[in-house]
């Protein structure tokens, strides 16, 4: 995830997203909440990216020095690194800013089905050593790691001025997984703004230190 001013850190049923495909939901047990969420999220964000006009990709997003371009790749190659890590294989460089191409609808569709089928088969229960988090079971890496995907999805959303599309559930799970990320990706001198409101999701992206492109 990228600040909203400087730097980066790096459900069951089924979701239909805007252009009208079926996405069938991940068969596995309600134990794997993080994994669940982790897909929902990634869903939200592909429909939000293809909603986006053409005329409007290169929009300034909130994230300084980002279009919604380089917004789109970024996340996409968050996508491509959490696939990595289902499968165990080395980590790509998301930030090269490659991974949108010429078609980031197709691209965020392709990367998409092959983080849900590299999810579909890893074993959620695996632990591992993470540089930041510690010791952490791969199911909960995920659910920390949607509001990536979420957040960004907000990000397309506000920067092309069309609806989200992210409910307030969702909006909450990403507060019980992810809420505690916030002060690792917001800038040292972070002051609330009350401007943002009292809604779940609004709360969550002004604690990432963002402010919409034309104000709360």
Known sequence: ?????????????SVTSANGRMQTGVKMSEAHSGARHLI???????????????DKWGNQTCCEGWAITDCASHAIGVMVNLKHRAIGAEPVDYQDGSWAGPDPSA?????LDALVAAIQ????AMEFDHPIFGQVKLDDFFGMMAYDLLVHAW???DAASIEHGIDEITAEVAVDKSGHLS??????????NPACGDGVLERLI??????????W
């Not at 995830?1 to 049923?13: E, V």
């Not at 929902?40 to 053409?54: E, M, N, S, Y």
């Not at 691209?107 to 990367?111: D, L, N, T, W, Y």
């Not at 002060?183 to 609330?192: C, K, T």
Request: overall charge neutral.
């Open 1 to 13: 995830m990228r600040q909203a001013r400087q730097s980066d850190l790096c459900c069951p049923g």
């Open 40 to 54: 929902r999220c990634a869903h939200l964000f592909d429909a939000v990216l293809a909603r986006i006009p053409k």
């Open 107 to 111: 691209s965020c569709r392709k990367h």
């Open 121 to 124: 088969e890893a074993d959620l």
């Open 155 to 157: 990000d397309l959303a």
């Open 183 to 192: 002060s690792l990706v917001r800038s040292e001198d972070y002051e609330f």
């Open 206 to 215: 002004e604690s990432t230190g963002r402010t919409p492109v034309n104000g």
